[in-house]
Each structure stands twice: as C-alpha cells, then as structure tokens.
C-alpha cells in the first residue's frame, strides 16, 4: 500500500490517513451520541472490514465478540453489542486474541519428534503418516485396557467433543485442570446451594464483601462483572470492601482493602457470622424457611467464632471484624465474592463455605442487588452418543479423594510414578501442567521425560509450550478464532447461548479439534466394525453444530444455527444504548433481570403424584422437587432436598465438620520469625501460560518480580530491583524485588504468566537467536520493535503440591518460604525444584486426605466418627 | 464547568472531548490494546496509554490510574510548531491530525507537545505501510466519522471513558463536565486540553506525567527501552 497522496485542497480527506472514510461520511454526525460499536471501518482504507460474531476464548469468561476482517485478516476484535453480558466491550486480553492466530511460531503441520524427548528435533510429516502411528498406538493400548489411553486437558470449552472421545475409546482416564484452578470453591459451593458459582448483582448492590477475588483484574467473570462492579460503586454508590494478602487492582479500587494474613479469610468471615448472630441481625425467615438449620442452632454454632479468635489468627482488628458485620448486615442489599483467595488452601472448601454464609444467614440470596444462582443454558448432543467406559480409573476419580467431584489432577503424576495406573498414550489438549502446575517442570516434566511412564505423548496444540515440548506427535490445533465450538457462561443474570465459529479457513494444515479426534476415530475405525464410527458421523465443525442448536426450542424458530452465525448469541435481549451503555428494551428502558428463582413455582403438572412431607419438601418418584412454603410450591434450591444445606451431611460422613467451620493450615502456626508466605496472582493482562506470546500483552507486561512490604524488605536489606533468593522445601529460585506498600509483610507474591522456557520466541525472548522452524506463518516485522529484555522467573517449581481433603484443590497460597538476599553464586532466573521433595510433599498432603492418619487430629470436633471403614457408600465423584 | 475548560461554541461547529472518570478506571488496559489493534500501533509507542502510581502507606493504600492520549486542544503547541504544516486542526470538531505525507520526522512537535502524546513510528510495523512519521491519537477521526465512538471509548470496561460532542449541551460528556469538578493535564501551559478527568489526583496531574510509578521501579523498563530502540 502507498501513502496516501495529498494536496492541501483534500486536506480532511487524508487527515489520519483516512482518505476515502471522510470521503464516504457526507457530513460529521448529526446524531446525540455516537454507537458503541458493531461496526468497523480500516483508518488507512477508510473501508468497513466484514464483521463476523465469534466467542471470546483468550481466557473462559466467554465474552461475545465480533472480529472484524480486512484482507481476510483478522485485525480488530470487540465486544458483542448484542451480547447481554458483554455489552460490547472487551478486555485486554479479548482484543488481543488474533495473536493466537497469527502467532508466528504457531505450529500448522503435524510433527513428529525425531531426537530425545524434549530436545527440540522434530520432522514434519503428512497427516495420514501422523493417524497411522497414532492408530498403530491407540490399537495396541485398546487391546491392553482402554483405560491406559488417558487424556488430561486444561481448557476444555468443546462443548462435549473431548469426552466424546474418551468414551468413544472406552476409556475413563479423564483429567482436568480444575483442582489447580477453582476447585474447592466449587466444592464449598455445590453441596450446600447447588451451583458451582454465584452471580452477585453488583449493579444493584449497596454493599460488597470480596473475599479474595480479583474481578477487576481476572478470575470469573472479569468483564461482564467488572462492568456491573464499577456501575454499582460509581452509580448505586455501593461499598465494596475487600480482603486480600495483597493490593489487587480490585483491592485497590475498593473502598476499603483490608490486608488478611493468608489463609484465614474463612476466620474472619466465621467472626463477621458470628457478630451477625450475636446482635440478631440476621434474616430468620429466610435461615429457618430455605436452610436444613434452624436460627437456633447456627447461632449455636458460631458461638465459638469470636471476633477476638479470628483477629489474632488473621490480623484483622476486632473492631474492624465488629463494624464490617454491622455494615454488612444493615446495608441492603448486600453482596459477597469470592474467588482463589479462600479457596485455593489446605481447607479451601471450608473457607469458601465461610464465606458463602454471609449473604445466606443475611437472606441476601436471590434478590435484586444480592447474591444469586448462576444463570445458564444448555444444548443437545449428537446423537447416538457412546455409554460409559465399562471400568473407572483411579486417577479420575481417587477413592482418598471422595468429594473432590472435580478430581485432584495435580495428584496424577505422582498416582502414575507409583505405578497406579498403566499408560500407553497420553492425549493433552488445551493443557499445559509442565508450566502451570505446582511442581512444574521438577514434577510433570520428570513424569513426560520418563518414557517407561508415559511411553507416547500426543499433543493437540497449535503452540510449542512447555508440555508439548516433550511430546512425542504433535497434531496441530486451531486457536479458538478457527474453530466450531457451542458456549454458554453464566457471566451475567441473563442466560444466553453463543458459538465460536471459523473467521477464515484454518491456517497451515492445522485442524479444529473435534475434526481432529473424528479423523482419529475414523482411521482407528474405517469401516464402522468396531462400532466407534457411528459416534463421529459428521461432516465438519459447522455441520456438529447443527445437531447442537438446530432443535433448542426458541432458538429452533429463529432459525437455529444460522441465528447464531449471524449473531453469535441467543437470546439478544435488547439494544446497546449509546446514553448508557446498558441494554435496553424496545421502550427505551434497561432490561430488567428475574430474581428468586427458588420461589417460581411448579406447575400443576410438576404437582400431580408428588407428595408434600411435615417440613413442606415435595417430592415425586423418590426425589424431592420442590419446597411448600406460605402455601405455594415453590421449586427451592438445585440441591438434592431442594434447600440450602448448611449442614453437610455428606461431609460427615468421611469425618469432615458438615457444619461451617475453620482450620488453620498447620505449617503456618509453626513459622518461624524469618519466614513468608509466597502467593502467586495473575495480572490483569496475563492469562496463567498462554499469553506470554501475545504481544501486546507481554509489551504491558513481560516480567514478574517478587512484590514484598517495604517493613519486609527493609529487614532482608532489599530495594526494588535486587535480586532475592526464596527458598521453599522443594526448591529454589532466584528474582528481582519489587518493594511495594501494597502487600502483607508476612507474603511474598510472584505473578504468574512469565519466565517461560518454551512457547515460542517471543515468550522466551528468543527472537535474535533463532529463525521460526514449525511454522510457515508469516513473520511479523513488528517483533523488531521487541524492546524489552526481562522475561521474568516462574515460580511453580518451588510450589509443593497441597491438596484440600474435600475439593481437591491445590493449595497455590500455602507455601512457606525463606527470602534472602542473593548470594554471589545466585543468578537472576535460577530456578530448581527437587522430584524427591515433591514427592515428600504430596505423601504429606495425602496425609490429611480422609484415608489419612492426620485427618483425626485435624477434626477433634468429629472425635465420634467411625473413621474410613465406616463409609459404606463410596462416592463416585465425577460432574 | 472546570478550570482550563473555555470550550468554543456557536458556529453550528461540533466540539469532540472524552471525559475519562478515573473513579469508574479500573486499569484493565482495554482501552490500551484496543487503540494498538486499532491502528496496528507498533511496540515501543502508544497513541494511549494507562500510567498508575500506587500511593499510600500500608495498609491504606490506593492504585491510582491516568489514562492519557492526546488532549485535542483548542490551541495546541503541536501545530504551532510544526515548520511544514503536518500537524493540524480540524475546525469542525476538534480533531487535531496529522498528516504523514508531508511529516519530516523533524520531531518539533513531539518536543512542543506538554504531555508526551506524540512518537515517532518505528521502521517496522505489521501490517501498515506509513513508519519513520510521527503519529499521535487522533480521536478516532474515521471511526467518529462514521458515527462511532472512538476504539478505547468502545471498549472501556468500567465506562470511565466517554466521548462526544461538547457543544450539544445534551451529550453525556456535557452533563459530566457541567456536573462534576473536573481537571485538565498542565492548564498552566495554556493549550485548553480537551480530555477531562474526573477525580484526577492534583498531586500525580500536576506536571502531567508523574502519575507513573517510582523511578527505581521504571528505570530498568527504560533502559531497555532506550537500548533497543538506541536512543
């Protein structure tokens, strides 16, 4: 393209280099306010690029977007304006997601390792040669047991193809990520209302407690809530209140930031309970109509949780515990959030149950600016569709970890050293553990190196990040801009489906995933013999998707599929309103959400043949269906008796306290004057491992030192930019400092998203030594102007593994660490973490696990127990 | 209406201003990449960007963010400045642009310019063929021709950013200036900066770029900077 030649007489039309755009426009506007979007023209061509709705899938809020196209690449991706949640906007990390598309070192042929594993040599080979091995693999496996082909994957957002797969093959090797994401406070939430996630109003809300989330930032559901959050405290002029270890962005933007010691945020939210009781500010009708306990018997129970026991353990003064619980409960309506803070410990299950309790015993649940159910919508899958796997694996589902319906994935390596279960291919997909799990490279890279172990590993990936390194084939995946995929996320109070749909055709000879595993299943079955066929019988992404969406009734009137193609979401519930920003209805008014969804009541039909016990519980064929409250039939909670359990029975089963309740991480108690607990966070312009090659992202943010209080620094002798030893019992590793007012003395914290050895060129700032080698993607000359020369140091080798007995979850924020100056033999990104130490650690934590021997002395409490042969029924786990 | 905020009016002439209320700022960088996707912005420059400071003591302790672009002023010391007539205002309007064809890269207006909005393309860009100019924001002239708001406006999460027509006395931007204290960046320079905050901190605005985080802190980031780009 020339530049564009001017003289002075067309002197507007060029201006900015937008020629032809101020030649098309007649006049400047004439309208009050311009659109917030849904259009969009080039700056140098001045020609409206084609607009193609997509689902957001840089990180999983699922923002609906639209990316806009010119020269069939995609150069500018925005929000959806008729996307209910999203409301046109995205995120940093959402306009940035064509980078994952035109990543120059994206791999776009199938390649096969041809040195030692991990060494970097690979061959490109055909397609057909890639599903030949594979086959030649998958056969050998089936014939041993399915169940040794096992699958871990991270981000799954497939919409049901994965485990199609799996249960295509017969196996029930099945792992996710969620145990070192959110896990446990899915677990603290789940038995106890139903859902795995709240939706607090924000908008609407006059208070907000926030327990350790980081919505401003990450955590679920950064953009559509953070909207609602900066409208609620600007707007509404909400009160948010917020604990945290350290000044998040969204500690930062609250009214208050009150600094916890780490790991006690469940403390203080029993002490806020406790004041609640004691003063009689609770909401008794809705504790006694909606809970399996009485007013009586929770104020009982928080006797215990005195404000002056949760102030010595969490450093949080009484009387800041006392006002806050005043505030909170006298403020209506009132909201809480929670995310990794509480949940991500030894106990994380117990601590987000804490923390849920507030906005319980304060009937703040369901209503318009309070804490409500997560609203979401489902689809249908193909049909036939494949049964269960005949035999359970023990690394899905391990009976220690009965209630950790999530499963413990950060466990499996160490479950696959010890020889529990026999792999022979090792499927990842969207999943990266050689980065992002404790342990890391020392832990899952030990397991990949170990041929014995995993004798084949196969990638589905289109980038070389750290666990692909070590695999074995490597099947390019397309970045989700390419892809087929059905969505739905329950980011707002209004339900919606949406899609993913190809931008362009699929670069190289990358392709979409549930392609991919069907041309696996159809070379593995050709002629349909095997029966395996018949689960796969689609044409392409495009044509799976139909059987998705083209029969939900609504959305089947509008016109299914195509609706979507179009739109990108369904329902669209009204128009972006330029004036406000929000959506609006046809009168011009914003569009209002339903509230107390447990109250809607069942239809006579629901009624017919259902039974209503002294309690009001209705129930039909044996299951309780609803609740008889004031005389109508309303349908209650999600759960299994249709209210919000309190009680946990089931937990009391395995010798947990069913009963909301606290406990100190041991190893904290015993610290030493000298030590610190690190804690790890992500930045709001970093995704954990997948955006460190994302340019614009790594521009803002490329390096991690350790933030520590200038109180802690001061004793070590360290001033921002020195380099620190921090030293755990696993390992070591040496950074910079960065001394900051915003952080708890007693915590160090590094970031995660940085210091990757793998991933390409521009995440290990290899872009001067080498030439891109698996791609035939186009270089991107911008990459010259790469002017930063820090890459940062990650910190997951030193990170032990510590699982929550009852979700499962990894206790990121557990470790304790010694921080010194760096001595003369330390150098800056040393980092080593030990396989031996690991292991000690995870024997440790299994410890605590209900088979355990510590398990008893963590619960006096439970002291009439029958211990682990009294549980009788085995739960199955698995959602 | 606030210090520094003598709009002209009449003529029938729109009058573009973003008002950037630091309250509802939640320092995500949207609108930051937006603009860089926007106009295939190189590394190393930025038509806007979201400088912070974290100020306070522990355990009181804010962030405080600036989002900063080019002010658009009424008279600016970009176009004063530049010997051959790149830089210019439009008067319908507000836009002040800049015209790379007739650019000599003499970087006049970059040193005239009080809040550091203007930079020089590097030689190297994705796809964009103008480099070695200097380039500024333009409030996203051929969008809001096309009755769009600007690229960081579109995407601003928290709604802190809003742009329109200062002159229609209807516009948000109208009822925010009128009805909230507002400040400008350096009014001492006299240039009628047209991008007004609200709740911007006097102590962090008043030199226009010291809402950035500690010397100690940026001083490796600007080695390496100064390094690469060998300046």
Redesign the interface.
Known sequence: ??????TRRT??K?????GA??A??PR??T???????G??????S?AERKAIPVNCHVCNIQDGAIAYVE?D?V?????NPEHVSTR?????K???G?WYSYDPDRILYPLKRVGARGEGKWKRITWDEALAELTEKLDAALKEDPNTIMLKYGRNRTGGSIDRFMKTLGSATVVNHTSVCESSKKIGMEPTWGPDIETPDFANAKYVLNFGSNV??ASYF??PL??R???G??DNQMKIVTFDVR?S??A??SDE???VFPATDGAVALAIGHVILREDLQDSDFINNWTNVTVAELKEHYKQYTPEWAAKISGVPVATIERIAREFATTKPATLFTYRGPAKHLYGSYNEKACMMLPIMTGNVEKKGGYCLPRGMGWPQPMPEPGKPAHDSVLAHPPEYPLAAHKVSHLVPFWIAEGRQKINVYFTYQDNPVYTNPGSMAVWGKLFKDEKLIPYLVSMSPFMGEETALADLILPDCPYLERWEPESMPNSLWPWLGIRQPVHKSLGESRENRVLLRDIIHNLDPDGKRGMKQFWDFKDGEDYMRHHFDNVPGLKEAGGLDFLKKHGVWPIYGKLD??T?KVSDKTGREIKADYGLYLKELSAADMAGATVDGKGIISKNGKAIGVRREGKNCVGFPTGNRLINVRVDQWADYGFNPMPTFKRIPWHEAMKEDELILSTFKL??HKQSRTAAV???A??AHSNPAWM???TAAKLGV???DLVRVESAVGHLVTKA?V????H?KVVSIPTGFGHWEYGRLATLKLKDKKGEYSHGAD???????????KGVHPNNIIPVVADPIGGSQGWYDTVVKVTKAGPNDKYGDSEGNWEKHVAAYKETMRYAYTGDLHRKMHPEMAAWAGPDSVKHKAGGGH | MSEGSKVSTGGGK?RYAMVV?T??C?????C???C?????T???VNRTWVPYK?V????N????FLPRLCNHCEDPPCVRNCPVEAT?R?E??G?V?????RCIGCRSCMAACPYNARFML?????????TNVVDKC?F??????????P?C????????RV???LN?P???VSYLVAKNATQVLRPEEGTKPHVFYIGADRNATEFGRDAYQ?R??M???RS??K???KI
Request: hydrophobic content about 35%; charged content about 25%; aromatic content about 10%.
């Open positions: 393209m020339e530049m564009p030649k001017v002197f507007l060029v201006s900015a280099g937008s755009a101020a098309a426009a400047l506007l309208a009050m306010e311009n659109d917030l979007g259009k969009d023209f080039g700056p140098v001045g020269n690449r150069v500018k991706l925005e929000g046109g906007r995205l995120c940093a959402g306009n940035s064509m401003l930032e950064h953009n953070s909207q959050v900066t409208e405290r600007v000044l962005n969204t930062g933007f930031w009150i600094p330029p004036k920003g709001n312009v340019k614009w992202l521009e803002i209080n200038p109180e001033k921002t930019g960065y900051t007012e915003g952080i003395p991107d000359p911008d990459l010259n102007n790469v002017w930063w020369d820090d | 729109r209320d309250r509802r939640i320092g995500c960088m949207a930051q990449v937006a860089k996707a926007e106009y295939d190189p590394l190393g974290v306070g003591k522990y355990p302790v804010k962030k405080q210019f439009v319908d309007g836009f642009l800049q015209r790379y064809e590097p030689s190297h860009r994705t796809y964009t063929p103008i333009t996203c002239f051929h969008r809001v021709t096309q009755n769009l708001v690229a406006v579109q995407t601003c999460i928290g709604r802190s742009f329109g027509d229609d209807n516009s948000e500690k100690e802190v001083e490796p980031e390496a900077f390094n690469h780009f």
